[in-house]
């Protein structure tokens, strides 16, 4: 940082103001955020963010704009007041990212009744089950995002799209790392900032989400040297993955679609694939296989026979490729 922390200069002006928020009975609890939490740290720049709960009946007592201005010492201090409903709060499943990050790394100052604390609590605990799903789709969206579509969009003649998809690879790694340390992300302002508070090697990396995210021109070489420091990126957040999570896919692309895009996550198509992939190892014969049963929609062991009976391409392929001599056979 380059400014001054304030931050106990801040507090003795406010001190008063907060004093006075406590005596009011219809404030149910008091939470100071940004710079005035677990940041600690205010500049010149900070605004006072802090959240009041109220109850459902009192909500029409508190007599407070959410933005406000006061003037001390020369200065003038930008007050915003974030205003909730403390039994809408309790009911509400699930908070926003940015939000449950907000109050987790806020204080609280005022809680008689010990409600605001017990919200916060449940609120803001990680969910490991969501963060995975969330991370199988960072991996495999890097993937088409950065190493294909921005590649493609360039040779299409739009070099803009290019580095457009390469910003966003970047955005979804930052998140990604968050993730991995737990946390989400915070304000759009502080993502790099807080990367310093990260578990090795990622409190590493602020050198290079600076250098990705310059563009330099619109020349193929600019978005290739992009694409080399995320992939450098997305080898460490991937490592870390596999590392956390022993039951990750190793074709993040294909658990993704087969358990949040189609409507089955195991078809009957892929279990007569099943049969011929304990026959061969080869991918690249699987998927033509794949594709021959998709294209002509066989899901069936008589649709399957009575198809290759007309087909002596495929059937010669069965024959040779996946040495069966008899391929009615191998479907069970």
């Not at 704009?65 to 915003?80: I, V, W």
């Not at 021109?217 to 600019?222: E, G």
């Not at 040297?225 to 957040?237: N, P, Q, S, T």
Request: with cysteine.
């Amino acid at each position: 940082m380059k400014t001054r922390n304030i931050k106990k200069e801040i507090e003795k002006t406010i001190k008063p103001f907060l004093e006075k928020l406590q005596e009011q009975s219809y404030i149910k609890g008091i939470v100071l955020l940004g710079g005035l939490g677990k940041r600690n740290f205010i500049d010149k720049y900070s605004d006072i963010d802090l959240t009041v709960f109220i109850s459902k009946k009192d909500a029409k007592k508190i007599s407070l704009p959410f933005e406000f201005h006061y003037q001390s010492n020369g200065k003038t201090l930008e007050f915003n007041i974030h205003q909730q409903i403390l039994e809408e709060e309790e009911r509400i499943k699930k908070w926003k990212d940015f939000k449950i990050e907000a109050y987790a790394r806020g204080k609280i100052i005022y809680d008689p009744t010990k409600r605001v604390s017990k919200l916060i609590k449940n609120k803001i605990r990680f969910d490991e089950n969501e963060a995975f799903d969330r991370l199988i789709w960072i991996m495999q969206q890097y993937k088409w995002r950065g190493q294909i579509h921005s590649i493609r969009a360039y040779r299409r003649g739009y070099p803009e799209a290019s580095h457009g998809l390469l910003n966003q690879c970047a955005e979804i790694l930052l998140e990604a790392i968050y993730l991995l340390n737990k946390r989400y992300l915070p304000h759009k302002k502080w993502e790099l900032v807080y990367l310093n508070e990260m578990k090795k090697p990622f409190n590493r990396l602020n050198s290079e989400f600076k250098k990705v995210m310059i563009i330099k021109n619109y020349h193929l070489s600019d978005i290739k040297r992009r694409i080399k420091i995320l992939d450098k990126i997305y080898g460490l957040v991937l490592n870390e993955i596999l590392k956390q999570y022993k039951n990750s896919p190793r074709d993040p692309y294909k658990y993704y679609y087969k358990n949040f895009v189609q409507l089955n996550k195991f078809t009957k198509i892929d279990r007569i694939l099943q049969n011929f992939k304990e026959k061969s190892h080869n991918k690249k014969e699987i998927k033509q296989l794949e594709g021959f049963l998709c294209f002509n929609l066989i899901d069936t062991k008589d649709k399957f026979l009575k198809k290759l009976h007309r087909n002596n391409n495929m059937r010669n392929i069965l024959k040779s490729k996946f040495y069966i001599e008899k391929y009615k056979d191998v479907i069970k």
